[in-house]
């Protein structure tokens, strides 16, 4: 303990207002939240859409992911070299996306260019070209990509653990999609998908930045209110992931030839709007998030086990149930010691109260840093999204400091046996040492 | 829709104020001081930046200054191992450290109402390290994990390979996390008199950005940082003058170096030498990195990866440093590519530089994008102090205001004859990332 504390020894809770924020469903059903922030000249457009890689098939998986990346090569009459050119030569900056839940278009420009900045999105959500010659040229890229990745020991040890976490769920499959079925893919397919999963209904639109509200929701009706719904699916829910009870630990190594071995092991986590968020992402910072977490100080600190290591249930928390994961990066001499070092501190926080001063530390942590990451109109506007899509006000960041400070040891117990179990999870080793199996013991 | 074009520079009264508006001052001890007022947020940034990096390596000890960050955490006059980001976490603050080639810098953050915790520690941080030998020791390992980490990317050795064989002499030639070699070999009393001799307040920078009073600010500071003056200051004041003379490559480069690694793809570096930040090439240096490489529209994107496909990324990168240093162009091909096509398609981007003079309108384009970065960064309380502090210790307080004249100044005509002097091929240095599939050891050959 420290034993003068350079503060005064109250708590930080410094307040948050996102200012004012407007949401507005326009009749086709495609949802508008604009925020005005005028501190900046500048506006920042989240156009999102709920086509993810979650409602891919076996067969063609890669493919909601493949379509996303496709948003800006050719639309409304525009060329991929014009779509690109329109924001850049503006100064703009522009990313289309393909994730688990959500693919679509970030863009960030001078407020002066907000007409292009909502006019692009539009064209591309709207009237995408689906050009074949784009279209293998980025089916090349992803497969390119899909090799690359395999040099990458953190991107093959997460991968292989999703895939016997989430068995027989849409999470198992990667969000990019294999070499096979991408393979497999014709711009029928990204045709057929953007007809059937592009509708307003599954759209989201935040504007955050220097705009007056008014002329944007004008501007966005002009621009998508004739999108009709047609003959587009709802989207639907992502299903449950079966549990991993009774299957005791699944560990599985797959060789690599590197000086280190990286291991992730874990289970199937929460959902966002899950009662015991908070007590979660208490003891998540408790468990296994910065350097005062119990990983940290007792693997990298106290053993000098590894330069990085991690855990957490509430950071992939979202609309279906992410993953409880947690990390270590370890030479392979260490590597028995370094799992059953992860595994104990899953089981001490599960099965002993956290005392009251750390406890105590971690709610502080919380209420007194989450100002930082809620600076730019990106940060806040990936806020509104989250809300919007997880159905939590729009302004439920400003009860955050005290659903933390409501959290105590007696919930964090209470929440952790709940949803941690040492006893079945899966463990998957990239690289160390061929010869050795896995027993870790109690 | 437009064609992309405007008449004025939307960005330009912004940047200047975010790049201006700040105070300066030098404590009685020494110590560089910049305050910068935002009320963005309830929130201050604090960030000490010393002189002092992976340049910085006497014989045989690459390494030190990053060694050296982790040790401060370990254990000072005032607060034990384990304190600082306990108290970090109490107050609800964070903190991180980073050392680059020229310096070292430890960013704190905190709610406006005790954020001058920051200058407590730091200032214990500063004069008050104590260095407990077990804590040397665990804390070398850690180190060693970091670098073996680095090490399973084979992208990092290349780079490491292709530094040594460019700039050989240079003091930037070992990198920032040291070889393993010297990492070994580190003594406690070599990490000590280093620390003596650079982490002292002449030869450190506070820059404190956020919802803070500039009046109150300083005399915190002074309060946190007693002393009496120093022997002299350390940093560099001045600019290079706009008259220093042209950049010259020393006539050979590295040649050719290939190695051979576990890896998927291969990869392409080219390095050529570069001018230190504030040389007046270095602004023609600043422009070619977004009209080679940022975004989809830039040359490289447009010509190696989207029309003749050879790889799955390129670029090209100039950070400017205090001293001369290296820029590089670079890519990983994709499968089935010669990684020799890769090589040829990136020099001949470069070449056309030589050849052709670029239009305005592409350099204004480049402008555009500089501005529009600076202004991205400036809703980030942490960003500003970053931009504010690096470009400060490595340019010195005048370089912000002649920056963007410089900028403007950039035309076909500079570009031309900046790039036949500096892409001279006589002064590159190839090295090439063999993918070895087989099961044999790791090589290096060198055939320069």
Same mark, same amino acid.
């Given at each position: 303990m420290v034993d003068r504390d350079p503060g005064d020894g109250t708590p930080a809770r410094p307040k948050f207002d996102p200012g004012p924020v407007a949401r507005h469903v326009l009749p086709n059903g495609l949802c508008l939240i604009v925020r005005e922030n005028h501190s900046h000249p500048l506006v920042s457009v989240e156009a999102v859409v709920r &086509?993810?890689? $979650? @409602?891919?098939?076996e067969g063609t998986a890669g493919l909601a992911a493949l379509s996303g990346r496709l948003l #800006?090569?050719? &639309?409304g009459g525009l060329t991929a070299e014009q779509i690109s050119w329109e924001v850049e030569s503006l100064g703009g900056m522009m990313m289309t996306h393909g994730g688990y839940l959500l693919s679509g278009i970030s863009l960030s420009m001078s407020s002066d260019d907000l007409e292009t900045a909502l006019d692009l999105p539009a064209r591309m959500l709207?009237?995408? #070209?689906?050009d074949p010659g784009e279209f293998e040229k980025r089916r090349q890229r992803v497969l390119a990509d899909i090799v690359a990745d395999r040099d990458d020991p953190r991107s093959v040890a997460l991968k292989r653990f999703h895939e016997l976490t989430f068995a027989?769920?849409?999470?198992?499959?990667?969000?990019?999609? $294999?070499e096979e079925t991408l393979r497999a893919l014709t711009p029928d397919h990204v045709r057929r998908f953007y007809c059937d999963r592009y509708s307003p209904q599954a759209t989201c639109l935040v504007v955050s930045g220097d705009v007056d509200t008014s002329a944007v929701l004008a501007r966005v009706t002009s621009l998508f209110g004739h999108w009709e719904r047609g003959n587009a699916l709802d989207p639907p829910s992502p299903p449950d992931p079966a549990s991993?009870?009774?299957?005791?630990l699944v560990a599985e190594r797959i060789p690599m030839r590197k000086e280190q071995v990286n291991i992730y092991l874990g289970h199937p986590g929460i959902r966002r709007?899950?009662? #015991?968020f908070y007590p979660l992402k208490v003891m998540d910072k408790i468990l296994?998030?910065?350097?005062?977490s119990r990983l940290n100080s007792r693997?990298?600190?106290?053993?000098? @086990? &590894?330069y990085s290591t991690f855990g957490s249930?509430?950071?992939? &928390?979202?609309?279906d149930p992410g993953a409880f994961l947690c990390y270590i990066g370890t030479s392979p001499e260490h590597e028995a010691e370094a799992v059953e070092g992860i595994l104990t501190e899953i089981r001490r926080i599960r099965e002993e109260p956290v005392p009251p001063e750390e406890v105590d530390a971690a709610r502080r942590y919380l209420t007194g840093n989450y100002i930082f990451s809620l600076e730019t109109n990106q940060d806040i506007g990936g806020y509104l999204l989250d809300a919007e899509l997880n159905g @939590?006000?729009? #302004?439920h960041v400003q009860h955050y400091v005290e659903k933390v400070e409501q959290v105590d040891s007696a919930r964090i117990l209470e929440a952790a046996a709940a949803h941690l179990d040492p006893d079945n999870l899966v463990l998957v080793a990239a690289?160390?040492?061929?010869k050795l199996g896995f027993t870790p013991s109690r | 829709m437009r064609a992309g074009k405007r008449d004025r520079n939307p960005f330009h009264d912004l940047v200047l104020v975010n790049t201006r508006s700040f105070t300066s001052h030098t404590t009685t001890a020494g110590l560089r001081v910049l305050v910068k007022e935002v009320g963005s947020i309830p929130g201050v940034n604090v960030t000490l930046w010393y *002189? /002092?990096?992976?340049?910085?390596?006497?014989?045989?000890?690459?390494g030190l200054a990053h060694f050296l960050e982790h040790m /401060?955490?370990? =254990?000072t006059d005032r607060f034990a191992k384990g304190d600082v980001d306990l108290i970090c976490d109490r107050n609800g603050g964070s903190n991180n450290a980073y050392t680059d080639l020229d310096h070292t810098y430890y960013v704190f953050n905190f709610a406006r109402?005790?954020?001058e915790i920051a200058l407590e520690i730091l200032a214990s941080q500063m004069s008050g390290s104590l260095f407990p030998p077990e804590e040397f020791e665990a804390e070398r390992q850690v180190v060693i994990q970091e670098r073996m980490l680095s090490e399973d990317d084979p992208s990092f050795l290349l780079e490491e390979a292709a530094l040594q064989a460019a !700039?050989?002499?240079?003091?930037?030639?070992? =990198? /920032?996390?040291?070889?393993l070699e010297d990492l070994q070999g580190m003594s406690r009393e070599e990490l000590t008199s280093f620390y003596r001799r650079y982490y002292r307040p002449e030869n450190a920078l506070l820059v404190i950005t956020g919802d803070v009073d500039t009046e109150r600010a300083l005399e915190a500071v002074e309060r946190h940082f007693p002393g009496g003056p120093p022997?002299?200051?350390?940093?560099? %004041?001045? !600019?290079?003058?706009?008259?220093?003379?042209p950049f010259v490559p020393a006539g050979? =480069?590295?040649?050719r170096i290939r190695l051979r690694l576990p890896a998927q793809l291969p990869e392409v570096k080219i390095n050529f030498q570069a001018p230190a930040m504030?040389?007046?090439?270095s602004y023609v240096l600043l422009v070619l990195n977004n009209l080679l490489s940022? =975004?989809?529209?830039?040359r490289i994107y447009r010509q /190696?990866? *989207?029309? %003749? *496909? !050879?790889?799955t990324e390129a670029w090209f990168s100039y950070l400017p440093c205090r001293l001369p240093f290296l820029m590089e162009v670079c890519g990983q091909a994709r499968p089935g590519v010669d990684p020799q096509q890769l090589e040829s398609a990136l020099l001949d981007e470069i070449n056309r530089l030589r050849r052709e003079k670029v239009e305005d309108e592409e350099i204004q384009r480049a402008r555009w994008q500089i501005w529009m970065n600076m202004l991205l960064a400036g809703q980030s309380l942490e960003d500003q102090s970053y931009l504010l502090g690096r470009t400060v210790m490595v340019g010195g307080l005048g370089f912000l205001d002649h920056f963007f004249t410089r900028l403007d100044e950039v035309d076909g005509e500079r570009i031309i004859e900046t790039a036949r002097r500096l892409f001279d091929p006589r002064g590159q240095t190839v090295a090439l990332l063999e993918p070895?599939?087989?099961?044999e050891e790791d090589g290096e050959e060198h055939d320069g």
């Open positions: &086509a993810g890689s $979650y @409602l891919d098939e #800006d090569s050719g &639309a709207i009237e995408p #070209d689906n027989g769920h849409p999470r198992h499959r990667p969000v990019e999609g $294999y991993l009870a009774g299957r005791g709007n899950d009662p #015991d296994g998030q910065g350097f005062t693997l990298r600190d106290d053993m000098g @086990l &590894a249930i509430t950071s992939s &928390a979202g609309v @939590l006000p729009l #302004d690289g160390g040492d061929p | *002189q /002092v990096g992976g340049a910085h390596r006497p014989r045989g000890r690459s /401060v955490f370990k =254990g109402d005790r954020w !700039l050989p002499q240079s003091p930037y030639s070992r =990198g /920032v996390i040291g070889t022997a002299a200051s350390t940093i560099a %004041d001045e !600019l290079p003058s706009a008259e220093a003379e050979t =480069g590295g040649g504030g040389h007046p090439d940022y =975004g989809k529209s830039s /190696v990866i *989207q029309r %003749d *496909q !050879l790889a070895d599939t087989s099961a």
